[in-house]
């Protein structure tokens, strides 16, 4: 079946740098990735759409410039938390459609992340 | 009209048990309609889903019964045991590219 490959599984870093969270397709294309974040104890909560190519489309309340995503090529998208604070450390989970005209999506594993 | 309204928020089941878990939803253009399965620290794993074309799935230990009509769907988890202790959570889309609604989770736990 279609695999999300996501790393890191955990991550910490020191408040004010950067990380980078990628997802890989491994046996599909992904035309389209989305980007969750998950709180202890809550729901998926949607952050962006990517697409291969193209400029990430954002929910509102996500800001743009703090969570760069870029989809450059159809196997991989990449996540890169800027500037990172205590309050970004959280559960970061990919999904993409498996495509074909079918329903179904496939998740990664999720990053933990935590800014100390 | 995004929502999808999942309840119970947490369920205690004990082992042999039926768990039952309810979602409904208002937007009429949603078209398929998963339930995941949650680990803690993993991502969601696809457990069974359907389409509104049929009232009801059933894989296993797993029966989806949808209701069209009131806009409801319903997980089932027959014989309920201490491995499927986990959080469930429903969600749906309209188009096999779409984003996912998803609801607000169930926190399962399968007693001895």
């Known amino acids: 079946g279609a695999v999300v490959s996501q790393h890191p599984s955990r991550v910490i870093c020191k408040s004010g740098t950067s990380v980078k969270i990628e997802c890989r397709s491994l046996?599909?294309?992904?035309?389209?990735m989305f980007w969750y974040r998950q709180f202890p104890k809550k729901s998926l909560m949607l952050m962006a759409t990517s697409n291969e190519g193209s400029k990430a489309t954002y929910e509102q309340g996500v800001e743009k410039d703090k969570f760069l995503i870029n989809h450059a090529s159809l196997t991989l998208s990449t996540l890169t938390v800027t500037s990172a604070h205590p309050e970004d450390s959280s559960f970061y989970i990919c999904?993409?459609?498996?495509?074909?005209?079918?329903?179904?999506?496939?998740f990664g594993s999720g990053t933990r992340l935590t800014v100390v | 009209q995004q929502q999808v309204k999942q309840s119970p928020q947490s369920l205690i089941v004990q082992k042999g048990g039926i768990s039952i878990i309810n979602c409904a939803y208002e937007n009429t253009a949603f078209d398929y309609f998963p339930w995941y399965q949650q680990f803690p620290g993993k991502g969601p794993a696809l457990l069974i889903a359907?389409?509104?074309?049929?009232s009801e799935k059933k894989e296993g230990r797993f029966t989806i019964s949808f209701n069209k009509s009131a806009k409801q769907f319903s997980l089932h988890i027959m014989d309920s045991q201490p491995g499927d202790s986990a959080t469930y959570f429903c969600a749906a889309t309209a188009g096999t590219a779409s984003k996912l609604t998803f609801g607000t989770g169930t926190r399962l736990q399968v007693t001895l």
């Open positions: 359907i389409r509104p074309d049929v």
């Open positions: 046996d599909f294309q992904a035309t389209t």
């Open positions: 999904s993409a459609p498996t495509g074909g005209g079918v329903y179904g999506y496939t």
